[in-house]
């Protein structure tokens, strides 16, 4: 009897619209100017605030409650920033990056102060890589700035014409609108050849 799947099949890995941090090194570019503030998780399902909101105490009391502390989980502050991920699979695309991690925020925004470095966003910008090892309370992450390169052209048009709507995301509404996946280069490249027709 022959096997039910061939020998070597390993199930797709398709990435939607966010991009998630893997094991191993993660490059990006940052597209987009940064929005900042609180998150809750109420129902298995984020809640976000801006920074000079607060979190409402009903929001608050009824925050999910931490499997491993019996505790609610606590608030944590977020940024968030659409990227072009270099490492999406199954090509790269446009995606949205939401960051939680302390130590990671703290190096982008000391890159982002840095003279020799600045402002990482768009075409005079830099391409950030993310290392991430280890899993659960021993994840540990490097953050190094990759040499400044200028973008794809069709890469800055998707972008452009992605309307994606980052404040969405405080009013729990999808920011990609018609585009829950993301945008590839197959779609940009798209993009622009019906703006030379």
């Known amino acids: 009897m022959e096997d039910f799947l061939p020998t070597n099949y390993t199930v797709p890995e398709i990435d939607g619209g966010y991009m998630k941090l893997r ?17 809750v998780w109420v129902n298995g399902k984020p809640k976000r605030f801006r920074e000079d909101e607060g979190i409402p105490m009903e929001i608050q009391e009824q925050a999910d409650v931490d499997e491993k502390t019996g505790e609610p989980r606590l608030a944590r502050h977020f940024m968030a920033f659409v990227v072009w991920n270099r490492n999406s699979q199954p090509k ?3 995606q949205i990056l939401e960051l939680t991690q302390k130590s990671i925020k703290k190096a982008i925004t000391s890159l982002n102060k840095s003279k020799a470095w600045g402002n990482p966003t768009g075409d005079g910008g830099y391409d950030f890589l993310i290392t991430k ?8 992450y490097t953050v190094n700035p990759a ?10 048009k998707a972008y452009e014409t992605a309307d994606i709507d980052l404040d969405a995301l405080y009013r729990g509404d999808d920011p990609f609108k018609n585009r829950p996946d993301g945008i590839d280069l197959d779609e940009a490249d798209r993009i622009l050849s019906k703006e030379a027709e």
Request: glycine share 10%; hydrophobic share 30%; proline share 5%.
């Open 23 to 39: 094991q191993g090194e993660n490059q990006f570019r940052i597209l987009s100017k940064s929005i900042m503030g609180w998150e």
């Open 133 to 140: 090892e280890g899993e659960g309370f021993d994840t540990e």
């Open 147 to 156: 040499p400044k390169e200028k973008l794809d052209k069709s890469i800055i």
């Open 92 to 94: 790269p695309k446009l």
